[in-house]
């Protein structure tokens, strides 16, 4: 996409987000936004258990606190952008930007994760620079280009002014507002976005036709030819479709030059390595960001690295990747086709595919088979957006490379990977459910 | 600006173009030149402060208290890097190597301040062929530092080392660098197995290259190297520290896949009168290190592959690395770097690729193990 | 099976398959010849005749006819009576029982965690304490990691021991099934696999051998061999042979 559509594309998306907002206030988030019931195909109850910290149990009067916060822009310095602002329910809670508008019209440098399932996650952000969804809280609240508050004192400040709020926290947490608190709160809102229950899902349980022989055969890719199981990896026990772990893909290969951008955060972080504030303010902020993992770790082998994301409901979510860089998932499927980008940190997993046109045909049918129920509508209509537009425009796509066979002098392969011989494995999808 | 701005991706698929193509005629006179003139500007660079983006060199750029506190006049600090057994073939045959050995010299090129220079620790080639070292000296001639060659069996048997040597020059030769004398060994002789059993060149090159056949010989340095080893040291007072670079480990490991050197214990001998002695050596693929008397020995990593601990004659002191995750083609791999402090006693920094660096402090092997212990590793071999 | 048996086949047996195996390396691993079949004596009384895995021992049952499905009861009066015929042939054979206890390995204890790390440790977001070789990428992992393996791993093997216990659902049609003569798969010797099995007259593998009991004494179709529940059928066996060191070719 090139830079000035992308600006206009965003601003254009962006008033809209704004007039949404002011309509949600007035009516209400509506049912996208309620908690999600655990009754649901591929609910992963063992691992549900695991994840709920003893420390913050889930209650329904905390949960009703964390979605009132959730959705109040007053948390926000000028009062105008809530969580909702970049996680709006409608929009599989993402603002569907490249990256996100904050506070007058900023724009950070990161592409609005969802909060569906984000529960699940081992880590925060894209760089997993929080360890829970209670510290991911205070990253956009005062994170200056986001909610803009001067502090959590600030926040905290604001919060208590509100009578209401004042006994809602008396009563759910026994005390007066603290910014530990609100963070509890919404964490405990965003861990009730549970999103299961996609005809993949089904699929599994036993139902061979709730998903298309195309997408049958995107899963067989998909666990094969495709490599995408190893990273995106997908079990009952844990069916997120993600290791949790940071790769380089060489997103931010396309715009950034990591040795000398490496040495720039270095100095800017200083000896400390810098607190988790100052590392929010680069990741969002600055041209930094593109070093993803590296700026938590500052060890080489995580530059340009970012965390794996869940495969659910991407129909909703898009646009992808941690910069919003790929306009459909097609796209997506042609950057890792190529084996990635090219550069001295790219992950030693990213090899040239050799998909053919028919082969991402099936994978993106597979990945559509996992949209909850929910978003079933909105994800048909963008999957129609998105294959109309993949018949013409593939800008990531470059067969050559995907091949194996990117010229560097005549007759000889690229040097970037060997390419497998296509793999002829049986079709899980027609053995039977796991 | 964006149209001018040259991202990495291109910058890097340029760069790579001209190692693979541009340089085709490059010979070794040319190799060496290259080298004679990076020479001076790094030595330049190296007297600027510390500067990099790895904390790990940070941390170990810290003055060495060790020989302040002992109050030693020293030799001034340097630090070198490696790239080892790339065992490259063919292009046209595996792509896979290249990218790794590739990676290798970007990750060289990186460092900054720069290395004084970069060991290549042996097996640049998988079957010794004339078309296989021209492409790894082709990629080694992108290295900003001076490269010092040493040679591996994979590039000896062929030809008995005669392509090697027409483009590297004699494969063991000694220099002195900043108060360390180095010697670069050929110590991976074989006894003639070859000549009763009436193999071709080629079967011999590929019984050499497996390492659980039974059919060769073990290797060793041999009575004439060990001569020449002798004279070239009588120069030299037992109080300079000494670098030996062998592509076998100079100490018997495991005999049944060659981690074994026949005559290791008659050059440790020759070796012994000096009080600090480090040897480098490759062949191994893992992170290894072991002490015996006076020397203190670091296996390189390999660029190419990972090999397994063997299942018996581990150095005790070795601690192991993580089982490689056989997913990601980088992992269990990697270079690294050999600080030469100036106390005489070399630490050892192995950069494993998509791992965080693990540093081996000399202080750990010559204190046996009591002090500075390396990092255990979650996944130890099976 | 007997040991001696089998033995005393393999001296005969052995040299024709290891010749035809070096002729047809290429078939053989990509494709086993079919399994020979055992011919089950005809029954006299139109009932259906049930063979254990010896090849020799076998019973009739009367008033089945083929295809019909035998009565749980039905089924392990068979199995008792074919077990008993065969102890009265071999009184000097031993049938091996297996250990009953049986889980994956058990979750490590985490590394101790730094004050700093405790909160992170609470949702088992913590990788592994200092001391360890680390990388946020590569074999570092989680507790919640050890976690999810060993729960996929006991789920697998769980789900193989109810295949085991029930023949309908492996396609047996008799109503026999596996535990019947392989109590807590008690005798199935996973660990001396390969080695020469005299019913199939060829070197076998656990998993030929569990398709023969498939088609022979279950009386189903074999499983292919990507077949999950072959897969999991094999991962009960192996799990309950846990800490027996593997001993391949021993009979």
Known sequence: ?434 | MAARHKSVETKYMEDREAVLRGLRGLDRRTFLKVLAATTGAVMAKSLMPPHSFQLVEVANAAPDKTASAAGMPGKPPFTFAYVSDTHLYQRTLNQRFVRAAVKAVDDVNALDPQPDFVLFGGDLAQLGRREELDLGMQILAEVKAPVKMMVGEHDWFYDLGDTWQEMFGPPNYSFDWKGVHVVVLMSVHEKDFWTARKMTPAERMHTVAGLDNGIQSRFEVGDDERKWLSADLAKVPHTTPLLVFSHSPLYKYYRNWNFWTDDAEQVQTILKPYQHVTVIHGHTHQMLYNQIGNISFYGMLSTAWPWPYAPTGLPPLTIQMNRADPFDQFDGLGDGRINARADGLADKIYSLWDRNPVTVKADYLVSHGKTARPPAPQFASY | MTRRSIALATAAGCAAIFAAVAHAPRLCAQQAPPLPVHQVPDSKNGGTVVMLCDGKTSVEVKGLKPGESMTHAQAVEVTRELMAQWQREHPNEKWEMAKTVQSSQPIPAPPPASGADAAAKATGAKLQSKGTQQGDTYASFTDRDYKVWKNETDNFVAEGKQLFHDGAAIGGTIGVSCDMCHPDASNTHPETYPKYQVQLQRVALLRDMIDWCIENPVKGKALDPNDTRLRALEAYILAQRKGVALDYGKH
């Open chain 1, 1 to 434: 996409m090139k830079p000035a559509r992308t600006l206009l594309l965003s601003l254009l998306a962006a008033t809209a987000v704004v007039a949404s907002v002011t309509l949600v206030a007035a009516q209400g988030p509506g049912p996208l936004a309620d908690p999600k019931s655990e009754n649901q195909a591929g609910f992963p109850t063992d691992l549900y258990s695991w994840v709920i910290p003893p420390d913050n149990p889930q209650t329904p009067a905390k949960i009703a606190l964390g979605k009132a916060l959730f959705f109040d822009d007053r948390l926000s310095a000028d009062g105008k952008i809530s969580c909702d602002h970049c996680h709006a329910p409608a929009k599989g809670f993402t603002d569907q930007l490249p990256t996100s508008m904050g506070i007058r019209a900023q724009f950070g440098q990161r592409n609005a994760p969802t909060i569906l399932n984000a529960v699940f996650n081992v880590t925060q952000f894209w760089d997993g620079r929080a360890p829970t969804l209670e510290a991911q809280v205070q990253g956009p609240v005062t994170n200056p280009v986001e909610m803009g508050m001067k502090s959590t004192d600030d926040a905290v400040a604001k919060i208590k002014a509100i009578p209401e709020y004042q006994k809602q926290f008396q009563d759910v947490f026994g005390h007066d507002v603290t910014f530990a608190d609100i963070g509890r709160a919404i964490a405990s809102y965003e861990r009730t976005q549970l999103a299961f229950d996609s005809p993949f899902d089904k699929f599994i349980g036993g139902d061979q036709s709730a998903i298309s022989d195309s997408a049958k055969r995107g899963w067989s890719i998909f666990n094969g030819k495709g490599r995408c199981m190893s990273c995106h990896g997908w079990n009952p026990t844990q069916p997120l479709f993600t290791d949790q772990k940071f790769h380089n893909i060489g997103v931010s290969a396309h715009n950034a030059n990591f040795v000398p951008l490496a040495r720039k955060a270095l100095d800017t972080l200083g000896k400390s390595g810098g607190g988790e504030q100052e590392i929010d303010k680069l990741a969002i902020g600055t041209d930094m960001s593109g070093l993803g993992r590296f700026l938590v770790t500052k060890q080489p082998h995580d530059i340009g690295a970012f965390r794996t994301m869940s495969l659910r409901n991407l129909l909703v979510t898009q646009p992808y990747f941690h910069d919003g860089s790929q306009v459909t998932l097609w796209d997506t499927i042609d950057h890792y086709n190529k084996g990635g980008v090219q550069n001295p940190y790219l992950d030693g997993g990213i090899v040239p595919l050799g998909l053919s046109e028919a082969e991402e045909d099936d994978l993106v049918a597979f990945l559509a088979s996992l949209t909850s129920p929910e978003y079933a509508q909105p994800a048909k209509e963008e999957y129609d957006l998105q294959f109309k537009r993949s018949r013409t425009d593939r800008p990531q796509r470059d067969t050559a490379a995907a091949n194996g066979d990117k010229g560097h002098g005549p007759g000889l392969a690229g040097p970037f990977g060997d390419i497998g011989p296509a793999q002829t494995s049986e079709n899980p999808a027609l053995l039977g459910g796991d």
